[in-house]
């Protein structure tokens, strides 16, 4: 239903603003029925982080940013939905205009600087849907003023931990100043470890939430062995490879290309596939990895598990091809699985990964 009454309502979603566009997306999504997709393939099922999926294709962070339309997202038949990121203290974000289409270049570039309204909001959404189902995430940011950022994310662990099924380190947002100096190892590390220690205060005997690192596709190889040592070492459950890029490659087209912000879309394809292969020869399989950034079809979700995904998560491409994507991308992946004669996608994992990583094979 959703994605027929996408393409009838693209060109009037395109004439209006990005970001009212954006709004009235999730809210027709928060309004509706919440629809019962139909059971995935059970080729596509997927185990990572002690949970399972029903199939490896998520909706990143970003599009829910205040958890309203977790059960709507789910209906369209994503495995798993991140919504966020969430701050402690609720705030506004940056000036407007702050989110621009590349439609050419199919490419947004946002700037919107972690608006949100704060972490007791969403823990009183999360609270309000439990036992409803469905695996959710939730991204962890800090806020612009705050004095001891590391001190937000161990806040916002220790409240969220409970109500959600996972919870992401968010460090790799370029859009609030100074945020990525936390990737920096010394900073990083304590960091984490407040984080994770936050978390396992919340369990108290209870559920362990995994905890995961997104990081940025435009670190140097030194600085993703410092992340990665890290995670190994402080015990992570999983990293989200990756974000938005602060780049712009020569290949853009529309003049939004000079705004300020991360891109996102196709043209971070090729950069964050081959930073995942990168990711994925570095972890060793020591935890999985979720494989973000320039997914349009379910060749792109493929290339991210050749290149050492778990599982993957798109948005930017829903802007310009609709919901319909969701179950076309599942559909192609579960006959990747069957040409390869396997009875999961599982083997296929980091299959080409020491190739991508060289720059060929995609």
Sequence with gaps: MFASLFHLARPLIHRMDAEAAHRLTVAALAAAPALKPAPDDPVLAMEAFGLSFPNPVGL???????AEAIDGALGLGFGF????????????????PRVFRLVEDEAVINRYGFNSEGVEAMARRLAARQGRGGIVGINLGANKESADREADYAILARRLAPLAD??????????????RNLQAESALDDLVARTLAARDEAAAGGKRTPVLLKIAPDLTLPEL?????VARKRGIDGMIVSNTTVARPQSLRNAAKAETGG???KPLFAASTKILAETFLRV?????????????????????IRAGATLVQLYSALVFKGPGLVKEIKTGLAAQARRAGLPRLTALIGRDAAAIARGEGL
């Design 81 to 96: 939905v991140e919504a966020g990121g969430v701050t402690p203290l609720p705030q506004p974000g940056n000036p407007r």
């Design 166 to 179: 996972f919870l992401t380190i968010n460090v790799s947002s370029p859009n609030t100043p100074g945020l």
């Design 263 to 265: 891109l996102s879309g």
């Design 225 to 229: 062995d410092g992340m990665v040592a």
């Design 284 to 304: 060793e399989g020591q935890f999985p990895l979720i494989g973000v950034g320039g997914i349009d079809s379910a060749e792109a979700a493929f290339a991210k």
């Design 60 to 66: 990143a962070a970003g599009f829910d940013k205040h």
